[in-house]
């Protein structure tokens, strides 16, 4: 069946520590990749995709994305985390008209 | 600034009401989605229009869910009747291609 994980349900990280937050899909061929930001009490808004070409995709905020199509893999990532990332993040995955999302990690970063 | 409105943002309704939720998508884009946001179900995608047209409503419960586009400046969601079960934030999302979305702050929906 086709699916999106994200194994993390919730992280916590240090301000200033490097940040990775994981997912992982199941589909017969490669999917539209999204990462998405989710603060309390508003919508969603885009980090970066990847379609195809470079594995690597820059986003908004200092975010970056890894796609690794052995492992199924879209891992996003931070080198430095700030207290206003503190929020929700959901990995998405689009095929053919199926757009599905992950359970969502919840971002907690310490002082 | 160009922002997909959501109206109402909250709505606390008693069950068997109906419950009409509205979203101006942003100007110039041709695809808006419905999506329905809760706990137990994370997010899931009720319906998608492409100029105006439906092109998968999959997702929405037919029976009494129904989603249309009168013009291009306006969609909206229905419910009726509805059940405390549909209770959930729904947002909705425009954009020029499915890949790209613009998500609404969305529609917190209270059914008692």
């Known amino acids: 069946a086709q699916s999106v994980t994200q194994p993390d349900i919730h992280i916590t990280v240090s301000e200033g520590a490097s940040l990775e937050l994981r997912c992982n899909y199941s589909?017969?061929?490669?999917?539209?990749l999204f990462w998405y930001v989710q603060s309390p009490g508003q919508g969603l808004q885009l980090l970066l995709k990847?379609?195809?070409?470079?594995?690597l995709v820059q986003g908004i905020k200092g975010f970056e994305a890894e796609f690794k199509r052995s492992q199924s893999s879209f891992n996003l990532r931070k080198p430095s985390v700030h207290w206003s990332d503190a929020a929700e993040y959901f990995c998405?995955?689009?095929?053919?008209?199926?757009?599905?999302f992950g359970a969502g990690t919840r971002l907690t970063v310490k002082p | 600034d160009a922002r997909v409105t959501q109206t109402p943002r909250h709505k606390v309704t008693e069950m068997g009401q109906e419950v009409t939720m509205r979203c101006q998508p942003i100007l110039g884009h041709n695809t808006v989605f419905w999506y329905r946001q809760t706990m137990m179900q994370g997010l899931e995608l009720l319906a998608y229009?492409?100029?105006?047209?439906?092109?998968?409503d999959s997702g929405m419960p037919k029976d009494r869910f129904s989603a249309e586009m009168p013009d291009a400046t306006l969609a909206t969601l229905k419910i009726q009747p509805s059940e405390p079960r549909d209770s959930a934030v729904y947002f909705c999302?425009?954009?020029?291609?499915?890949?790209?979305?613009?998500f609404g702050p969305g529609t917190r929906l209270l059914v008692l």
């Open positions: 990847y379609f195809s070409g470079d594995t």
């Open positions: 999302a425009s954009g020029h291609s499915p890949e790209t979305q613009y």
């Open positions: 589909y017969g061929a490669t999917p539209y």
């Open positions: 229009f492409r100029n105006r047209a439906p092109l998968d």
């Open positions: 998405a995955v689009r095929y053919n008209n199926d757009m599905r």
